[in-house]
Nanobody, 122 residues
Framework: QVQLVESGGGSAQAGGSLRLSCAAHGYLPLCMAWFRQAPGKEREAVATIDTDNTPKYADSVKGRFTVSQDNSQTTLYLEMNNLKPEDTALYYC??????????????????WGQGTQVTVSS
């Protein structure tokens, strides 16, 4: 049974840091990615590690967030620094095994974690 288990969400003040983790159980994904969804907004891509092992980021988080993966490539991390109130959202981990770039819309990811809340106060 495939499971994506996220952890590490919480509350922080603006300028603070949080670290998210996502562990894939029962599954070795080709692609893993972080998405987020704020209330009343569409789910948006945040970061992924592409098939050439290069990290890819949404423009809104570049220079502040760092995505990484463990050697087994079954755990994805998201280090979030210099957090802003607009980073407040439910953060989801996603995984998929379809061939191709990992930079793809949320509709192209098959497996999803339960989501972890990140709240940033000003």
């Amino acid at each position: 049974q495939v499971q994506l288990v996220e952890s590490g969400g919480g509350s922080a003040q603006a300028g603070g840091s949080l670290r998210l983790s996502c562990a894939a159980h029962g599954y070795l994904p080709l692609c893993m990615a972080w998405f987020r969804q704020a209330p009343g907004k569409e789910r948006e891509a945040v970061a992924t590690i592409d098939t050439d092992n290069t990290p890819k980021y949404a423009d809104s988080v570049k220079g502040r967030f760092t995505v990484s993966q463990d050697n087994s490539q079954t755990t994805l991390y998201l280090e979030m620094n210099n957090l802003k109130p607009e980073d407040t959202a439910l953060y989801y981990c996603a995984a998929d095994n379809r061939v191709g770039s990992c930079v793809r819309p949320h509709s192209s990811y098959y497996y999803w974690g339960q989501g972890t809340q990140v709240t940033v106060s000003s």
